[in-house]
């Protein structure tokens, strides 16, 4: 597994993390805590440690399930990362979305993201948490004044490392001028890539790590998903544009195109998937869900450089199947 930094914080990662989204259940049809609590396992014990969670997954079930995960493992070969300013206890900050009965706001006061550190803290089970990010991206509180209270919590010890998550340029620039970024957490796969014109170019510039979301678009990447899967209720995929049976066909035959790289690197489809996202320049680590052992130890397996010579020809399939 090739490892790398998290821009300049000096905090070193495995170019492949644990997602955590899925385990929280919730947009995901539920989870089950046993398969949960093992694929974290598996996935720690195959050298990822490495996990990317966040309070608003299940509402607190995802890090709590991390927490139970991660007890009494070796903390100093672990980095945690959680997020704040998803709130679905207030109504400070503006509403943007309802589930589960839940409404939920972007709220970035220094109030909540401070109450929310401890609340992570607390269901983690750690002492300090590595890399804290900003969720979503709250436009009624100067950024200002979140990252003013992000620094503190650092200077606290409570945190040690600041990112943001769904961040524009110019909303990044603003953190920037208040204290260091260290990454930028941002949708990415060969079917999402919306921020290669700025955002990667960006952030390679200031040296702030690209941690990349959703790299196997939330399973469809892995070939697995066949245009008849029923997905069950309360989960996300089903109805989804991108999960329609044709659109699922025409991924398909696009990975089919891939079979001759994939077997000549020894890789599986959900590997290459990965492989291709972290090779991309700019990229430092693909953050990928897993529910189960054995999706756990596959991903472990896409910790791979590939040459600029297959991404290259991966990209001329890409853009000839339109998908
Ligand atoms: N900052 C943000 O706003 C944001 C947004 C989204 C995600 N994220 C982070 O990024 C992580 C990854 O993104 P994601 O969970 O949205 O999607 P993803 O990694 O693109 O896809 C994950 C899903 O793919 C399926 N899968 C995984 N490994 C597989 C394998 N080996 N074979 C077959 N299927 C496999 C699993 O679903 P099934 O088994 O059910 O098919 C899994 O839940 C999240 O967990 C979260 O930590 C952050």
Redesign the pocket.
Known sequence: MIRRVLGRSGIEVPAVAI????IGGTW?GGTDQADSIAAVRAALDAGIGFI??APIYGFGRSEEIVGRAIAGRDRSSLVVATKCGLDWEGTDGPFFFEIDGRRVHRNLRPARIRREVEDSLRRLGVDSIDLIQT?WQDPTTPIAESMGELVRLRDEGKVAAIGV??ATTAQMNEYLSVGPLASN?A?Y?MLDRGIEAADLPFCRDRDIAVLA???????LL?G?VTADRVFGAGDQRRGHRRFTPENIAAVNALLVRFDALRRAHGLTM?QLAIAWTISRPGVTTA?????TPE?AR??AGGGVVLAPADLAAMDAMIAEAGV
């Not at 997602?19 to 899925?22: D, E, L, V």
């Not at 953050?287 to 529910?291: D, K």
């Open positions: 997602g955590t989204w899925a995901w990317d969670t969720h998550s769904n957490q949708k796969s979301y959703s790299p196997l678009a939330l399973g892995t697995t959900t953050l990928v869900g897993v529910r999706q596959e991903m």
